[in-house]
């Protein structure tokens, strides 16, 4: 808002903290009287265009019969209050500038109450601990907004913000991301993020892949025990059910190797894991076969598949067989049909030719 008087007018200012304030006092019908501008503590900063505070922030920057304007650089909280530019002639007349400094958050601070385990909940408390006016927090996950509780602490100038949430989490859930946004009057549009990535511990989980399924004696061999888990197990315990590790297997953390196989490393192989959470382990069942056996069990394969094509053009023979007889049979019966037709036509012949001699007009003759 402006402040006006027929002979001074001032305009109210808002910095944000740091920044450059412009104040300003516009003069109506100067006539070469006395101007002073005073801070909010009634300390005259400048009379007549003269410097009266050493306070280096404040400059002096333009100084006419219109208008005086002085420049605040750095502006702190306790520059905010009330600018006096007061013009002494015949009557002293004076208005009041008033500057508000604001405060914008920094980046929000997020924090966990506790360590966050699947089945459970996990409580975070989003913070800006400064602010002027109060910001405003807000939570969101997968562009979608949380709800909160939001708190504030008023400290003497400024408010301390808090906005915390709280539902449940699961395995799936570890690594995924939360944002906490800040909006303020200072930040014009802008925004502060903070975004915290979800820990979630949880019992680990073990399984055994195998380099090759299909291994023959002297093949190498390297079975892997990929593991999950959080905390990642840092122990992955290998071992042979009722029997102890060939000497030549080789262990390395998550890898169990055979650099030459032989019958003698058969067996049912385990790899073991746990953590604070839990324990798992996989089982492998380890068969080596001989040359021999692979090379039999790969032959039978292509016999398989011929005997299987020799079935087949075997029942599409027998099939055009019992078509070609069904079409040979239609045909002679219906021939006999015919045969047996002619026959009775011959009948008739033979009797008109018989009743013919009584009829005396016509003789007809028939060839059999």
């Not at 006395?34 to 922030?57: C, H, M, W, Y």
């Not at 953590?275 to 382990?281: Q, T």
Request: hydrophobic content about 35%.
């Amino acid at each position: 808002l402006a402040a006006f008087s027929q002979e001074v007018q001032a305009e109210n200012v808002t910095v944000v903290e740091g920044g450059t304030a412009e104040i300003s006092c516009r003069l109506h019908q100067y006539d070469g009287s006395i101007v002073v501008i005073q801070n909010p503590s009634r300390q005259t900063l400048f009379f007549n265009g003269t410097r009266a505070l050493k306070d280096e922030r404040f400059q002096l920057v333009e100084f006419t019969p219109k208008l005086v304007k002085i420049h605040l650089s750095n502006a702190k909280l306790d520059d905010e209050g009330g600018y006096f530019c007061q013009l002494y002639t015949e009557d002293t007349h004076h208005q009041i500038a008033t500057l508000t400094v604001l405060v914008p958050p920094e980046n929000p601070v997020v924090e966990v109450k506790e360590q966050a385990v699947e089945g459970g909940q996990v409580e975070l408390i989003c913070s800006a601990p400064r602010t002027k006016p109060e910001a405003t927090l807000r939570w969101y996950r997968d562009r979608r907004e949380l709800k909160g509780v939001t708190s504030k602490q008023e400290n003497i100038k400024t408010f301390s913000i808090t906005n915390s949430i709280q539902f449940p989490v699961e395995r799936r859930d570890n690594g995924e991301i939360v944002t906490c946004e800040a909006s303020h009057p200072a930040l014009k549009g802008q925004k502060k993020q903070t975004q915290y990535v979800l820990d979630v511990q949880f019992s680990p989980t073990a399984r055994i892949q195998a380099s090759q399924s299909l291994v023959r004696e002297g093949d190498p061999l390297t079975l892997k025990c990929d593991v999950t888990g959080n905390p990642r197990p840092d122990d992955i315990i290998w071992s042979r059910l009722n029997d102890t590790l060939p000497e030549r297997a080789q262990v390395q953390g998550e890898l169990l190797t055979f650099p030459s196989l032989s019958l003698q490393d058969n067996g049912t192989y385990t790899c073991q894991v746990s953590n604070k959470h839990g324990r798992s382990s996989d089982q492998y069942v380890l068969v080596v076969y001989d040359p021999g056996a692979i090379i039999e069990a790969q032959t039978q394969v292509p016999y398989a598949i011929i005997g299987g094509i020799l079935a087949l053009l075997v029942f599409l023979v027998i099939c055009v067989l019992i078509v070609m007889v069904w079409c040979s049979v239609r045909q002679k019966g219906s021939y006999l049909t015919h045969e047996a037709s002619g026959l009775d036509e011959h009948g008739e012949a033979r009797e008109a030719f018989l009743n013919g001699g009584e009829n005396h007009k016509r003789k007809e003759e028939f060839f059999i």
